[in-house]
């Protein structure tokens, strides 16, 4: 396969015709010519400086932004008595606390926000905690219940849901 590979020539290199190391280097890119140590020997390679008044008017230079000026600020200096550093260094229990790091990943940081008694109870269905198991022993254990709407009444409500002690009968439930 190698002595094929090497065998093989790119189309149409039967019309190529080698070529010098410096014609290589300035044909390297397509309309480039770049010219020869004896073409920069005759030509005058010198650039005249810019005049200030045309560059202005052609908006070429960027308008400077004026510099604010900065007021020096400096410290207080504090100084501790050397009782206070000693009553400092014997009650340190303020300056201390637990190291409590981030998780490593959202998903840790999300059970680590939602993850405590209370937000579990407030949001007893959230998405980190759906495993397929407890999905399937909550299904199997819900009884389902059908009211008719002509059935219910302010009484039966109130039973059900230990609200409030009168509630109106001549409220319509709603889309009837």
Same mark, same amino acid.
């Given at each position: 396969?190698?002595?094929?590979?090497?065998?093989?020539? %790119?189309?149409? !290199?039967?019309?190529?015709?080698?070529? /010098?190391?410096? +014609?290589? =280097? #300035?044909? &390297?890119? *397509? $309309?480039?010519?770049?010219?020869?140590? %004896?073409?920069? !020997?005759?030509?005058?390679?010198?650039? /005249?400086?810019? +005049?200030? =008044? #045309?560059? &202005?008017? *052609? $908006?070429?230079?960027?308008?400077?932004?004026?510099?604010?000026?900065?007021?020096?600020?400096?410290? /207080?200096?504090?100084?501790?008595?050397?009782?206070?550093?000693? $009553?400092?260094?014997?009650?340190?229990?303020?300056?201390?606390?637990?190291?409590?790091?981030?998780?490593?990943?959202?998903?840790?940081?999300?059970?680590?926000?939602? $993850?405590?008694?209370?937000?579990?109870?407030?949001?007893?269905?959230?998405?980190?905690?759906?495993?397929?198991?407890?999905?399937?022993?909550?299904?199997?254990?819900?009884?389902?219940?059908?009211?008719?709407?002509?059935?219910?009444?302010?009484?039966?409500?109130?039973?059900?849901?230990?609200?409030?002690?009168?509630?109106?009968?001549?409220?319509?439930?709603?889309?009837?």
């Amino acid at each position: 396969l190698a002595k094929s590979l090497d065998a093989m020539e %790119a189309p149409g !290199a039967e019309h190529d015709i080698p070529m /010098e190391t410096e +014609d290589v =280097a #300035a044909t &390297a890119i *397509a $309309g480039l010519v770049i010219p020869t140590t %004896a073409g920069l !020997a005759n030509e005058s390679f010198t650039l /005249e400086p810019l +005049d200030a =008044a #045309a560059v &202005a008017v *052609a $908006g070429i230079e960027k308008p400077g932004r004026p510099k604010r000026k900065r007021r020096l600020i400096v410290d /207080e200096q504090k100084n501790i008595s050397g009782d206070e550093m000693k $009553g400092n260094m014997a009650e340190y229990r303020d300056t201390l606390q637990p190291l409590d790091l981030a998780p490593p990943t959202r998903k840790l940081m999300r059970l680590k926000e939602t $993850g405590t008694a209370d937000k579990l109870f407030a949001i007893p269905g959230c998405a980190h905690l759906r495993a397929q198991n407890l999905l399937k022993l909550y299904r199997s254990h819900l009884v389902y219940h059908v009211y008719s709407a002509s059935a219910l009444t302010g009484d039966q409500i109130r039973k059900d849901l230990d609200m409030a002690e009168h509630v109106d009968d001549n409220i319509e439930p709603e889309g009837s």
